[in-house]
């Protein structure tokens, strides 16, 4: 079974401090991927990875960073906190080529004050 | 640009019986589907998938069925559990395998005893 792991499930950070959330997968996943997800906007992508040290922008990257520097880690980095970035991160994996599925881990519920 | 819809925000169901979400896709490459179900503080988990060559696949209680030409697809849950109750979210790879999974907003389940 695929297991994909995230450092905190609950975080509370004050504005403007650097945060990181790890994320590590089990299964030699190439593809790794952050998401955050709010109330009626479904899961929107923030970053993605499809290799170790190679990241690509989603469709929400503004104030974030990510590091790759192990296959089985991805980490995503707010530079500076900020009261919007309060939300559920969710961190996916998937196995590369056709018909599978993104296994997610059980998401970190951040809150900025 | 919203290329996958989830029109029902909620669904309330008595328990036994069928629960129906839908989800709606713009773009024509998109050629795997898939359903996923997210309990509150917790990950998004894989249920059901279907590749656009078939029409229909049933996994137990839970069958989708896709429709190319009206560019639609459905989860049917028979009969509706209490447990079901739940976010489910559609999502679509397009042709050619790519890993990067485009999500709709969501529907809440909510099966009543």
């Known amino acids: 079974d695929v297991k994909v792991t995230q450092s905190s499930r609950y975080l509370v950070k004050r504005t403007g401090e650097k945060v990181f959330l790890e994320c590590v997968q089990d299964?030699?996943?190439?593809?790794m991927f952050w998401y955050r997800q709010d109330p009626g906007l479904g899961l929107r992508l923030i970053y993605f990875?499809?290799?170790?040290?190679?990241?690509e922008k989603g469709d929400i990257p503004e104030g974030y960073s990510v590091s790759r520097e192990k296959k089985e880690r991805f980490s995503l980095i707010l530079e500076s906190a900020s009261t919007n970035q309060t939300s559920m991160y969710l961190c996916?994996?998937?196995?590369?080529?056709?018909?599978?599925?993104?296994?997610f881990g059980p998401g970190t519920r951040l809150t900025v004050t | 640009d919203q290329q996958v819809k989830q029109n029902s925000p909620s669904l309330s169901v008595q328990e036994g019986r069928i629960s129906i979400l839908n989800c709606d896709y713009t773009n024509s490459m998109f050629d795997y589907f898939l359903w996923y179900k997210k309990y509150p503080a917790e990950g998004p988990t894989f249920l059901i998938s279907i590749s656009s060559i078939k029409d229909k696949n049933e996994d137990g209680r839970f069958t989708v069925f896709l429709n190319k030409s009206a560019k639609h697809l459905s989860l049917h849950i028979v009969p509706s559990q209490p447990g079901d109750s739940a976010v489910y979210f559609c999502?679509?790879?397009?042709?050619?395998?790519?890993?990067?999974?485009?999500f709709g907003k969501g529907t809440k389940l909510t099966v009543n005893p």
């Open positions: 999502a679509a790879s397009p042709e050619g395998g790519s890993e990067k999974l485009v």
């Open positions: 990875s499809y290799d170790v040290k190679m990241k």
């Open positions: 299964m030699d996943h190439e593809n």
């Open positions: 996916a994996s998937i196995l590369s080529g056709e018909g599978h599925e993104q296994y």
